[in-house]
């Protein structure tokens, strides 16, 4: 059997998977009394992450022509410039960018988080940020090699925001990427309102493919199921919640998304009560 065929089994044996565990849910949520299966099931067609109407000029930090942007405030957030600088020569690579000035802690589930160790005066993503030893990035930032910008792009507390480029040392645009607030701007949206207010589902999508973390809610807002995705294939640990907030399963999937060999399974499961019911051993 070819790989390729073997990896489309495998990628539907995955999603089956899913599918299955969450219409199981549509019973259990329906007997936690917070919700139930006809309140999961409103509002299905999803809908692309929009900039708006100004999405070009968001891109630019856009302002009145009237009203000139202050220096060093982003999106009304006051900011401090920095910089990093690595390698020596001609292959010196500059940084420069800016940091929140008072830490605020990213209240988004974007898997992507930037921010500057200082320790390591390096611009670090994910893990855990220490407010005395790091600062999250928020405004423009340019990536420099002999006077050439090589990449350019916006952050917004943390994660990457609007039109972001790339270049080669010819200055030939090698790749265009837009964000909403570190979401990629092919990313689905499901909500149970037709207003769009109360989320139901966040599909993270970037070339057409699922990549990055998913997230299945509960109309009270709470977390139903969380994961993430890997070049289109479920990767690693997904959680399963009950409607209280605690954790109720735990399915282990391969962490490596080409991994044929690796069969999902559940690896642990709670009662409502948060007490252990099953451990795969």
């Known amino acids: 059997m070819s790989n390729v065929l073997l990896n489309t089994l495998y990628k539907m044996r995955a999603l089956l998977f899913i599918s299955m565990y969450l219409i199981s849910n549509a019973v259990t949520f329906g ?8 309140d999961l099931f409103t509002i299905s067609s999803p809908v692309t992450l ?27 957030l006051k900011t401090k410039k920095r910089f990093t600088k690595k390698g020596i020569g001609p292959g010196t690579t500059f940084e420069l960018f800016y940091v929140l000035k008072e830490f605020e802690k990213p209240e988004t589930f974007v898997r992507d988080i930037y921010w500057l160790d200082y320790r390591r005066q390096e611009i670090r993503k994910g893990g ?5 030893f790091g600062a999250i990035l928020h405004g423009t930032y ?28 010819n200055d030939l645009l090698v790749d265009k990427r837009k964000y909403y607030k570190g979401w990629p701007k092919e990313s689905q949206v499901r909500y149970y309102d037709s207003e769009r207010e109360k989320m ?20 009270n807002g709470r977390k139903a199921v969380e ?15 009950y409607a209280s907030g605690r954790r109720k399963k735990i399915v282990r999937y391969a962490k490596n998304p080409h991994d044929d060999e ?14 252990l019911i099953y451990q795969k051993r």
């Open 262 to 275: 690796f069969r999902p399974y559940i690896w642990k499961e709670w009662n409502r009560k948060g007490k």
């Open 31 to 38: 007997q936690e009394g917070s919700e139930t299966a006809d």
């Open 227 to 241: 994961g993430e995705y890997h070049w289109d294939y479920p990767v690693g640990d997904w959680v399963e919640y």
């Open 50 to 76: 929009d900039l708006g109407e100004n999405e070009e000029a968001e891109d630019e930090l856009y302002v009145p022509k009237k009203k000139k942007r202050k220096k060093k405030v982003f999106y009304g």
């Open 142 to 169: 340019k990536k420099m090699r002999q006077n050439k910008i090589i990449e350019q792009g916006i952050f917004y507390k943390g994660t990457k925001h609007g039109r972001w480029v790339t270049y080669d040392k």
């Open 200 to 219: 139901k589902e966040i599909i993270p999508i970037e070339y057409g493919e699922k990549e990055g973390y998913y997230y299945y809610f509960f109309g």
């Open 128 to 132: 855990k940020i220490d407010p005395k």
